[in-house]
């Protein structure tokens, strides 16, 4: 078995749900201080990875709101343990590899942004394409996944780029958010690049109106988050 197969079997055995994997220069265009070779000069695989969120506490906002915030403080532990993980397994066999927190930075300048995007990973790494939730929407999952990325300096064999466009555009993720963040994307949106929603309204909503309790609106109100729930690896 390649060193490739090993990462994706030790992700999938420790509770992983979805694995992809991409060549560093698919994030060069990435904004300066948010590339992989920003943080390690020598990467060149990129990992991310997928843990799907339960569909109780999703589909049932705004009622399940507290349950909803337990799932995704639950994902986002298991992802930088996961991270965590994967990165000291492939440093074992002697490659510098560094894990990035599930979690946004929170503060001036990067609201709602991590220092790497999970997402545009994910897209180059075969997991799933842009929704106008601006989210990534996955086959078996819809929007309803958490994501992680890893980067390191072995060569793995990179995964196809989603291709696909799963997002219908129906508009429901739109004119639920409570926010009114996801208006004006008519023009804007692409499947491979999402577009740039107005995160200060999303920002506000969540850590004032909601006082940090997480919304999850956009992912209740798609279509395809009901998902399969499929084994892991399948």
């Known amino acids: 078995m390649g060193l490739t197969e090993e ?4 992700l999938y055995s420790q509770g992983a749900d979805l694995v992809g994997i991409a ?24 990992i991310s990875i997928g843990y799907a969120l339960n569909r ?10 507290n349950e909803y915030l337990l799932e995704f403080e639950c994902a986002n532990s298991t992802l930088n343990h ?38 545009h ?13 601006n989210l990534i929407l996955t ?3 819809g929007s309803r996944v958490r994501l992680a990325t890893v980067i390191t300096e072995v060569e793995l064999t990179p995964d196809q780029p989603f291709k696909d466009s799963l997002c219908n555009r129906c508009g429901k993720c739109v004119r639920n958010c409570p926010a009114g963040a996801l208006t004006g994307w008519e023009e804007l949106y692409t499947p491979e690049a999402g577009w740039r929603m107005d995160k200060e309204k999303c920002y506000h909503y969540i850590f004032v109106k909601l006082g940090g309790r997480r919304c999850g609106m956009c992912i209740a109100a798609c279509p395809l988050s009901r998902g399969l729930n499929r084994p892991a690896g399948n």
């Open 23 to 46: 060549g560093a220069e698919s994030l060069k265009e990435a904004p300066e201080g948010c590339r992989p070779t920003d943080y390690l000069p020598t990467t060149k695989s990129v």
């Open 139 to 141: 086959p078996d999952y």
């Open 82 to 119: 996961l991270g965590h993980k994967i990165a000291k397994f492939i440093e074992k066999k002697g490659f510098d590899s560094m894990a990035f927190p599930a979690t946004a930075s929170i503060g001036d300048g990067a609201r709602l942004r991590g220092d790497i995007s999970h997402k």
């Open 7 to 10: 990462v994706k079997e030790y």
């Open 56 to 65: 109780g506490p999703v589909l049932n906002l705004p009622q399940s709101r």
């Open 121 to 133: 990973a994910a897209v180059a790494a075969g997991l799933g394409c842009f929704g106008v939730n």
